[in-house]
């Protein structure tokens, strides 16, 4: 049999479905407020990653556990659903907050889903300043674990695995029990401030601080 003579495998040519090259990112005139991202060939600095990624619109959590029966608990927007069968969700986690090392201890999380009237909650659990349950009626899930009052949704998971990724873990929660209170319209996080206003982060800069999640330590 003749031998196989390796060929030169001809670079992929971005077909109809291709994702869009860094240099394809909204420039000039596509979005109000800062136009150009880095191209291929620059850096792609914290502040650049988090402007291009506040163009990816999402809901707002609250992941919350609890810990020697104290209820912890802090706002997260990178929040997913990975697998139906095993049911299973994730969520991100900075290596700098004070409650994932004690939702990791007890190995189980309630994702609350917020609805569009509680942005209020968002601040409370994005800043480290203030304490985060005074006042707040919170109720114990199957797990033991706090669901928040009035929230649109609340997934109860185990943590089934953590993997490092960067300055963040990436958490995978094996689903036991979820309840709705019903179709509301939820709480929208987009380009660093509530809602789909695309004007919005121009509005939003006196409020970032550094870090990926820009304002968080400008609430409480
Ligand atoms: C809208 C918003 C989204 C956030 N998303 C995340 C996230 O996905 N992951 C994360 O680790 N922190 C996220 N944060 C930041 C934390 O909520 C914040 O650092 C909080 O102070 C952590 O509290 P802790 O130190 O008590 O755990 C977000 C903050 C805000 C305001």
Redo the contacts with the bound molecule.
């Keep these: 049999m003749a031998a196989e003579t390796a060929r030169p495998v001809p670079a992929p040519r971005p077909g109809p479905g291709a994702l869009p090259s860094p240099s394809s990112l909204p420039g000039p005139g596509a979005l109000p407020g800062p136009s150009s991202l880095p191209g291929p060939a620059d850096a792609l600095g914290p502040a650049d990653l988090r402007r291009a990624m506040g163009l990816f619109a999402s809901g707002?959590t609250i992941i919350t556990g609890l810990d020697d029966g104290e209820p912890?608990?802090?706002?997260?927007?990178?929040?997913a659903s990975v697998s139906l069968d095993p049911p299973l969700v994730l969520?991100?986690?900075?290596h700098?907050?004070?409650?994932?090392p004690r939702i990791r201890k007890s190995g189980r999380f309630t994702v609350n889903v917020l609805d569009e009237e509680q942005a209020g909650l968002?601040?409370r659990?994005?800043?480290?300043a203030g304490r985060?349950f005074e006042g707040l009626e919170w109720e114990a899930s199957s797990l033991g674990t706090p669901v928040l009052p009035g929230v649109l949704l609340s997934v109860h998971a185990e943590i089934s695995a953590v993997h490092q990724a960067g300055d963040?873990d990436i958490v995978v929660g094996l689903v036991r029990e979820a309840s709705s209170s019903g179709p509301r319209r939820p709480l929208v996080?987009y380009r660093g401030q509530f809602g789909l206003d695309p004007d919005a982060e121009a509005r939003a800069h006196p409020m970032m601080a550094p870090?990926?999640?820009?304002?968080?330590?400008h609430?409480g």
């Design positions: 707002v912890v608990g802090f706002t997260c927007q990178a929040f969520f991100c986690a900075g700098d907050g004070r409650s994932w968002c601040a659990f994005g800043s480290a985060k963040h996080f870090g990926l999640w820009a304002w968080a330590d609430w």
